[in-house]
């Protein structure tokens, strides 16, 4: 009784997931797929254009949809500051659904593949061991994959809250910049544009620079 209810619960989440990506889809249409675009479409919504905008990033995820595209219409539509705090709440609400569907979903599952892949059982002592620290340097670092991550940290031992906290400091660097340059996209190369562009190098290449610095001093 108690599995045929679990299971229940299962289908009746997914099919909400699925009904908010359709609708989402259909919002957005597939030929507004530029930021200029996007950026239009939110604001014509007035007053209630933050709140779209929020629900738009939090079911991204679901879509594959890429996060670059919405970041920077962000910036368009609201500006860098309130661009930024857009995207990081929205941000974070995507990467928790991403988190919690894959815990109730896979959790259990992923114990009996931990044994079969040493790369599963690493990442699952990382995040058993220091979760926060893992998640934050992973979230900053451009090269691991925003959405993957998400998933792989529901099927981990990382207990919610210090997901959360990991993901809401990790965004804030690269929100800032995308949401900067975003905002100077309807004047390209003005003293804007390229402080945006600075700024996205600055997030790519600076926690890379630190990682293979403090990696060459151990050798």
């Given at each position: ?11 009746g ?6 009904f ?18 996007i ?73 009996k593949?931990?044994s ?44 919610f ?32 544009f ?13 926690p ?12």
């Amino acid at each position: 009784m108690l599995c045929e209810k679990k299971s229940a619960m299962k289908a009746g989440f997914l099919l909400v997931l699925v009904f908010l990506g359709l609708l989402f889809a259909h919002v957005v249409g597939v030929s507004r797929l530029t930021p200029e675009s996007i950026r239009n479409l939110i604001v014509s919504f007035g007053w209630w254009g933050p709140i779209i905008y929020i629900f738009m990033y939090s079911i991204r995820p679901l879509l594959l949809f890429p996060a670059i595209i919405l970041t920077l219409a962000g910036g368009l539509a609201f500006g860098p500051w309130w661009g930024t705090f857009y995207v990081v709440v929205g941000g974070v609400m995507g990467a928790s659904l991403c988190f919690l569907l894959a815990r109730l979903l896979g959790r259990e599952k992923m114990q009996k593949y931990l044994s079969k892949f040493s790369h599963l059982q690493m990442f699952e002592d990382k995040m058993a061991a220091s979760g926060f620290r893992t998640m934050l340097f992973m979230r900053i670092v451009p090269i691991f994959p925003y959405d993957p991550v998400s998933y792989l940290a529901g099927l981990s031992k990382i207990c919610f809250r210090d997901y959360v906290l990991a993901t809401t400091l990790g965004m804030i660097p690269g929100a800032f910049a995308y949401n900067v340059l975003g905002y100077s996209l309807l004047d390209i190369f003005s003293t804007t544009f390229l402080f945006g562009i600075v700024l996205v190098a600055f997030v790519f290449l600076t926690p890379l620079a630190y990682h293979l610095f403090n990696k060459n001093r151990r050798i």
